[in-house]
């Protein structure tokens, strides 16, 4: 990248191209002030501005210091100092550090040139759209919403009892960065409110509720090592433990007596089974959206009469044993009393406890501001009754919920801590893993996240997907998921096999639960999940074509584990995603740059899941200048066109290299049909 300025004009350079001009006819930035509206109800937000002043600071001058280039911008030549702006020249790219502010400034905006053709990817984990130009996408940790599509009506209904819809842009994890096909990427450290908008032509704008402290701009020759830069940038992962191979997690929520009874019966279908999953080992509440857990994160004999010696039987079975947790104490359990008298609970505006509606029950925030509630949190929960106890990981949930009306110890604004929320969650559990010497053993799966949470989440999942096929909260939402939360630097990723949400009438039936298991063999993780609703719900167990089918799919992953243990261990050293976007290897490939349907398993893998309901072939595009093979039938392809295969339930469009160096995994996996 090359800085050039003259007069009060400035332009930043990459291979010749402009990325940031700045005249005074064009100005790249712009300041104003805004008063915003925010309404939580239990995880999602109706936001508004009412935006007082908006200007753009045409006057511009330069000086070179020995710190780096000094930006000083003002509106025009006789005005008062607005931002001060260090530009600090990278071996491959440009840092500014915005160093001084005007004291009636609250938001923020820059403008980077854009190109007609460009593509943009990123902005966190995006469900909807994988390139983002055409769009401007809210930056703020949220649920994502029911339905996502204010066309259907899942979504209105759930618009109108629980204002929780959601919209194309809505997500667990944002994240103020993206991807250019210009191989840059940009980033904005802030945790404030930020909207980034790729909707014109000739300019990406981005926005922001405060003015950021920094503003990264760094290139790369090739996409994977742009990834690589970006993993760096934020953190990576470990690698998952080895148990994780050993087959299918069961999501299993009725006790165990139930859990004991569907063990045995995955395993005489012959089911490849790593673990259970029963994240009600805390015990349950019945509500209006369904079987809830009790979060009061301790043990329930009464749930789960002999849990010690199951956990214990079951690791002399190599099966393990995962739980829940979430950063929230129910006022109603044994734990809040704890918690409120030590003061590890966030107050409200009178210095009480503030007590947060979560849908028929309420709960204390534990304040991760307070050094001595995040030691509280990770010794007495996560260390004693959890780890102590035998558990071998966890859903750490609900880390986009913080309430911003709240008052925490560090004296920041719920508001500013919003978005930080995700991280400051994920380092409790990495934390407390590590003090006790279990990272290589144990793991954790988050929904939430914001910029820093790659350093801490060991491995995310999708979220609450409805259960169905629908195009914005459903089964293909999740490949989208992977491919743009992969592009950030988080390396390891899945999805609940059949989704979660089921309300307004919207059930799983037995062929989304096999689409979605089919899809699952080949990601890092497989795990299901019994839903919202389990008893409304098809479950695997319900049927036994369904149990022979997430049998076989289990026994497929089981045999990709040497190829996914690359992978694992690729991710884990080099922050590269186990499902890559196409582009990634294949980058004169312009078709790939569109394609949020499918994804490379690692270099030499390409699955083309099906997504929607009732088909029994499917299309697929295979990138060029590589000879395809079709893993089911054998049939090579040459690259470089969509083609159409038989897909019947079971045998997922699948495709691998016919030069890879593992033919004969590949070989003996299709010998499995």
Not at 377 to 395: A, N
Not at 398 to 415: C, M, Q, R, T, W
Request: with cysteine; charged share 20%; glycine share 8%.
């Amino acid at each position: 990248m090359q800085v050039t300025y003259q007069r009060d004009q400035l332009r930043l350079s990459m291979g010749g191209e402009d990325l940031l001009v700045h005249t005074p006819k064009s100005p790249a930035f712009f300041i104003g002030y805004g008063r915003e509206k925010m309404e939580m109800y239990c995880g999602n937000f109706e936001i508004q501005d009412y935006l007082e002043s908006r200007e753009a600071l045409r006057h511009l001058t330069v000086t070179d210091r020995e710190a780096g280039m000094q930006l000083e911008l003002r509106r025009h030549k006789d005005d008062d100092l607005q931002l001060s702006i260090n530009v600090r020249l990278l071996e491959d790219g440009i840092q500014l550090d915005i160093q001084n502010v005007a004291n009636d400034i609250n938001r923020f905006w820059m403008r980077l040139a854009a190109d007609e053709q460009e593509h943009v990817w990123g902005c966190g984990e995006q469900m909807s759209y994988f390139n983002l130009r055409g769009r401007h996408f809210p930056l703020w940790t949220s649920e994502p919403g029911v339905g996502r599509d204010k066309t259907t009506y899942v979504t209105w209904q759930s618009d109108v009892v629980n204002r929780a819809g959601g919209d194309y842009y809505n997500t667990n994890y944002p994240q103020p960065t993206f991807v250019s096909s210009r191989r840059y990427f940009c980033h904005i450290e802030t945790y404030d409110y930020a909207d980034f908008d790729f909707r014109q032509g000739t300019f990406h704008e981005m926005q922001v509720w405060g003015v950021p402290a920094t503003i990264l701009l760094r290139s790369a020759p090739t996409f994977l090592t742009l990834v690589e830069k970006i993993s760096a940038t934020f953190g990576r992962q470990p690698p998952l433990p080895d148990w994780v191979y050993n087959g299918v997690i069961l999501g299993l929520k009725r006790g165990q007596a139930h859990a004991e009874k569907m063990l045995a019966e995955a395993l005489n279908h012959d089911m490849a089974v790593s673990a259970l999953w029963c994240e009600d080992w805390t015990g349950v509440r019945e509500t209006s959206f369904g079987t809830r857990l009790f979060w009061d994160w301790r043990w329930q004999p009464e749930r789960y009469p002999h849990l010690e010696r199951l956990i214990a039987e079951l690791r002399e079975r190599n099966v393990r044993f995962l739980g829940y947790v979430n950063p929230y104490l129910c006022v109603d359990g044994s734990l809040f009393p704890e918690a409120e008298a030590a003061g590890y609970l966030a107050t409200n505006e009178q210095g009480n406890t503030a007590l947060v509606d979560f849908g028929e029950f309420y709960c204390g925030v534990v304040d991760f501001t307070d050094e001595a509630a995040c030691t509280w949190f990770k010794d007495v929960i996560i260390k004693r009754e959890m780890l102590d106890l035998g558990l071998s990981g966890w859903m750490a949930d609900f880390g986009e919920y913080l309430p911003i009306d709240v008052k925490l110890s560090n004296g920041v604004s719920a508001k500013q801590e919003h978005n930080r929320w995700p991280v400051r969650w994920a380092q409790i559990n990495a934390e407390a893993i590590a003090e006790a010497g279990l990272t290589d053993e144990t793991t954790f799966f988050m929904r939430a996240g914001y910029s820093g949470v790659q350093a801490h989440c060991p491995l995310l999942w999708a979220g609450d997907q409805s259960v169905d096929f629908s195009r914005h909260d459903g089964l293909g939402t999740v490949i989208c998921a992977a491919l743009s939360s992969g592009l950030m630097g988080n390396a390891f990723h899945h999805s609940d096999i059949g989704g979660y949400t089921s309300l307004f009438g919207n059930k799983r039936n037995a062929e989304l639960h096999m689409r979605w298991a089919e899809m699952a063999a080949f990601t890092p993780v497989m795990r299901t999940h019994e839903s919202n609703r389990p008893t409304k719900n098809t479950q695997w167990f319900d049927d036994p074509a369904v149990a022979a089918h997430l049998a076989r799919m289990s026994r497929i992953y089981v045999s990709l584990t040497p190829y996914l243990k690359q992978l694992v261990s690729e991710g884990s050293a080099r922050g590269i995603p186990v499902q890559r976007a196409l582009f990634l290897h294949f980058e004169t490939d312009l078709e790939c740059y569109d394609i949020q349907d499918q994804y490379l398993l690692g270099p030499d893998v390409l699955v083309a899941p099906v997504h929607q309901a009732g088909h029994l072939d499917w299309s697929a595009y295979l990138p060029h200048g590589v000879e395809w093979v079709h893993l089911w039938s054998g049939e090579h392809y040459a690259g470089g066109q969509r083609v159409t295969v038989p897909a019947p339930v079971g045998k997922p469009p699948v495709f691998y290299r016919s030069d890879s160096d593992w033919l004969a995994l590949f070989t003996a996996l299709a010998g499995q049909a």
